[in-house]
C-alpha cells in the first residue's frame, strides 16, 4: 500500500526503487546520499522507498522522508514478501521514464547512478551493474560467481553480475518483465534473450556499515528453481514441439532399465519396481504435457487469426451499419 501523498508532482525523468527490510539506520544516510549524487542533476526524479514488512522503525523513518522532501514515495508491505515482490511494487508505482532499481543498505552506491542513465541516453535499453571488487565475505563472493556461471550457462547469455542490485532501465520494458520467486536476478538475462540492448558497467561496492543481510543463503533453493523454470520455458519457447523429448526419453529408458534388472531378479526387486513405475509413470504425465504444449502451439496462433479477422469483420459490420443508417 502506497503512503498517501499531499499533491502529486509531474512525472519525473528517473524514479530509483529501493526495497527495504529491517533497515533503520540506513534510510536517513541512503536519502542523503541519494540527494548529494544528484544535487547537480538537471534530470528530475523521485525516490520509492519499498518497506517489506519491517519489524523495526524503518517504515517510520521513510514516511519522516516524505514531509521534508516531496521526491519521496513511500509504499508499504503489511509483512514480508521478499526483495523481488517489494521491488517489483516499487517498479510498478514507478512514474519516471528511466527507472533505476539499487539496494537500501548502503552498499550499492548511488554516485554510479548518472552514468547508469548516461549510458541509457546512448540507446541501451537496459544497463546493469557489475560489482568487480565486491566488499562481501568470500562465502557470498564464491556463491555469487558460481550462481552467475550456471546462470550464463543454462541460459546462454553473458552477464557478469546477475545478483548486482544497481541497475537501470527503460521504463517500458522493465514494468513488462514478469516477477515471481527470486526472478529480479535474471533480468539481465531475460532482456537479453527479449533482444533488448543490454550494457554492462563496473560500479562501486561498499561493506555494509549497519545491520545485516536480510536476504542471504537461503534464498538459493529458490534461485535453483528459478534457473529450472526458465530454463523449460526458453526449450518451450524456442522448441515447442520437442521441449520434452529428452526427459521423457530419459525417464522411460531408465523406467525399463529397472524393469529388466526386476526381470532377472535383483536383490532389491520390489524398491526398484517402485521405482520403475514412478519413472514410467512421469514419463507418461509428461509425454502427456508434450502433445498438450504441442497442441496449444498449433491451435494458438490460429484462433488468433480467426479472431484478428473476426474483429476486422465487425468493425466492416459496424461500419455498414453506421454507413446505412
Known amino acids: 500500500m502506497e503512503q498517501p501523498t499531499e499533491k502529486k508532482r509531474p512525472a519525473p525523468d528517473f524514479s530509483v526503487v529501493v526495497p527495504l527490510y529491517n533497515e533503520e539506520d540506513n534510510v536517513a544516510l541512503l536519502h542523503g546520499a541519494l540527494t548529494d549524487a544528484f544535487a547537480e542533476s538537471r534530470r528530475s ?17 521513510a514516511v519522516a522522508l516524505t514531509e521534508r522532501d516531496d521526491r519521496v514515495r513511500v509504499v508499504e508491505f503489511r509483512r514480508n514478501y521478499g526483495q523481488t515482490a517489494a521491488m517489483a511494487a516499487g517498479i510498478h508505482t514507478a512514474r519516471g521514464r528511466a527507472i533505476v532499481t539499487m539496494d537500501g543498505d548502503l552498499q550499492n552506491d548511488p554516485r554510479d547512478i548518472p552514468e547508469l542513465l548516461a549510458l541509457l541516453d546512448q540507446g541501451n535499453d537496459m544497463v546493469a551493474g557489475w560489482r568487480r571488487k565486491r566488499q562481501d565475505e568470500g562465502k ?3 556463491i555469487s560467481k558460481m550462481a552467475n556461471r550456471i546462470i550464463n550457462k543454462v541460459l546462454g547469455v553473458e552477464v557478469r553480475d546477475s545478483g548486482c542490485s ?19 536476478r535474471f533480468i539481465p538475462a531475460l532482456s537479453q534473450l527479449a533482444g533488448a540492448q543490454v550494457a554492462q558497467v563496473e560500479v562501486r561496492h561498499h561493506a555494509r556499515r549497519f545491520g545485516v543481510s536480510k536476504y542471504g543463503f537461503s534464498r538459493i533453493y529458490k534461485v535453483a528453481l528459478d534457473i529450472i523454470s526458465i530454463h523449460f520455458l526458453l526449450r518451450y519457447a524456442r522448441h515447442p514441439k520437442t521441449w520434452l523429448v529428452g526427459p521423457i526419453a530419459t525417464l522411460f529408458a531408465s523406467g525399463i532399465l529397472i524393469a529388466i534388472l526386476v526381470e532377472a531378479g535383483h536383490r532389491n526387486a520390489i524398491v526398484l519396481w517402485s521405482i520403475g513405475v514412478l519413472l514410467l509413470s512421469a514419463a507418461g504425465h509428461l509425454a502427456a504435457l508434450a502433445a498438450l504444449a504441442y497442441l496449444l502451439s498449433v491451435v494458438e496462433p490460429r484462433v488468433s487469426q480467426y479472431a484478428r479477422i473476426a474483429a476486422k469483420l465487425l468493425s466492416k459490420d459496424d461500419l455498414a451499419g453506421k454507413i446505412g443508417s
Open 45 to 61: 526524479y523521485e525516490i520509492i522507498l519499498v518497506d517489506d514488512g519491517s519489524k523495526d522503525a524503518t517504515l517510520s523513518r
Open 140 to 142: 557470498r563472493v564464491f
Open 166 to 184: 544497481l541497475k537501470a532501465f527503460r521504463r517500458e520494458l522493465i514494468q513488462s518483465l514478469p516477477f515471481h520467486g527470486e526472478m529480479h
